[in-house]
């Protein structure tokens, strides 16, 4: 009779163990809701002072509209990229929530 327990314990357990350890290691839906920590905002790229590489970082940015943008400062908002025909729509659409217009102190 204690051998039979033991076994029915032994199954039970490793029934249940792995399923415990798949939910804290996936972090599943059930498990992660409480525990979800939001990543750190990253640093917006300032379109009036950034560097030549900084812009080419945000992606659809390559060298050309890198000139372009810094041969088209200063910006008063970041959506003149597009009304100023410094980048298509569509690569403005990729990066408008990276970066920023910052106007100098006054």
């Known amino acids: 009779m204690t051998k039979k327990l033991l076994l029915i314990?032994?199954?039970v357990v490793g029934m249940?163990?792995?399923v415990a350890f798949a939910q804290k290691s996936?972090?599943?839906a059930a498990g992660s809701?409480?525990?979800k920590v939001a990543p750190p905002k990253?640093?917006?790229v300032d379109l009036n002072s950034a560097t030549e590489d900084q812009l080419k970082a945000l992606p659809g940015v390559g060298d050309a509209y890198a000139k372009k943008i810094i041969a088209g400062r200063p910006y008063?908002?970041?959506?003149?990229l597009t009304s100023k025909k410094i980048v298509p729509?569509?690569?403005?659409?990729?990066?408008?929530?990276?970066?920023?217009?910052?106007?100098?102190a006054k």
């Open 26 to 28: 996936t972090g599943s």
């Open 16 to 18: 249940f163990t792995p």
């Open 9 to 11: 314990v032994a199954l």
């Open 89 to 104: 729509a569509a690569t403005y659409a990729k990066i408008k929530d990276l970066v920023i217009a910052k106007q100098p």
């Open 33 to 35: 809701a409480a525990t």
């Open 42 to 44: 990253a640093e917006l």
């Open 76 to 80: 008063a908002k970041k959506d003149q």
